[in-house]
């Protein structure tokens, strides 16, 4: 990350931490507004006046004033218009770190009034749905045959009637927000956070059997300790590892498969 959005987005956790402690359990409505404002912003476009080192910071801070002050929470506009006084290498940084703000206050406020549990199951069973229906996954893909408006809408109409007002927030952003992986590395991302904030880490374990009660109880006293957090195991099976097991933890995997093993060893041999 560039110095100028580095330095930016430090002082404006600094400043925004305290307010969205002070705000407890609202801070999943901050949370909500603020990704709204996000998209708002991205989508017209405006942040590169919001942006524009040519422009005084006071001058961009009054942009943000002009737009949103009387629709959003004051707090939220505040927010918004100590980020214009910021510098910013690349404008869209400063949508990615709205983002980034967006999530943790919903999550934040979810963990205050002790909801945070169920906010993380909801985007998991979505997650879970998306990737067992090809249709649905294939339809809220990024897509030149699609607009952006149009996959938020489906997400809306499948999973809307089901989920709670900051669990669909946020289940909009991981359709509408493109990365690679999809919606379904944007809803994996918002379920590792919810349970960081609930001192658990999630390992996605792949073995070609299933693993005996046994088994996953040394497998999680290993992780366990390795990790030191609370170790929650998310397991699959894929007869293609033919032996071992494949852990993957966030960015991290952990191969011990016999395929990873014999690929390894064509690569020695081809080099």
């Known amino acids: 990350m560039n110095e100028g959005t580095s330095a930016t987005r430090a002082a404006t ?7 969205l402690r002070d705000a407890g359990a609202y801070g999943q409505e901050l949370g909500q507004q603020i990704l709204a404002m996000a998209h708002e912003i ?31 929470d004051e707090r939220v506009v505040e927010l918004l218009r100590g980020m214009a006084r910021g510098r910013w290498s690349k404008p869209v940084d400063l949508v990615s770190a709205l983002h980034d703000l967006g999530i943790e206050a919903i999550l934040a406020g979810a963990h205050a009034d002790g909801t945070v549990a169920d906010i993380e199951r ?11 229906d090809r ?7 990024p897509s030149w045959r699609t607009t952006a408006e149009q996959r938020v809408r489906l997400a809306d109409e499948v999973f809307g009637p089901h989920l709670s ?12 927000h493109h990365a690679e992986g999809g919606p379904r ?19 996605d374990v792949v073995t070609a059997v299933p693993m005996t009660s046994a088994q996953e109880a040394r497998l999680l006293a290993t992780l ?17 590892v033919i032996g071992g097991v494949r852990i993957a933890i966030k960015s991290h995997i952990i191969d011990h498969t ?9 690569a020695q041999l081809a080099g």
């Open 122 to 132: 909801e985007v998991f069973e979505a997650s879970e749905i998306i990737g067992q």
């Open 135 to 141: 249709e649905l996954r294939e339809a809220l893909e």
């Open 258 to 266: 016999v395929r990873s093993a014999v690929a390894d060893l064509r």
């Open 13 to 19: 956790r600094a400043a925004w931490t305290p307010v």
């Open 42 to 72: 991205a989508a017209h476009p405006l942040r590169g006046p919001l942006t524009d080192p040519g422009r005084s910071g006071e001058d961009k801070a009054a942009l943000a004033s002009r737009l949103f002050s009387g629709r959003l």
């Open 185 to 203: 590395r944007n809803l994996r991302r918002v379920v590792e956070r919810a349970a960081a904030l609930q001192h658990r880490t999630i390992a």
């Open 224 to 240: 366990t300790k390795r990790l030191g957090t609370e170790v929650e195991l998310n397991t699959s099976i894929d007869p293609a």
């Open 165 to 176: 007002a900051p669990a669909m927030s946020l289940v909009r952003w991981c359709v509408r």
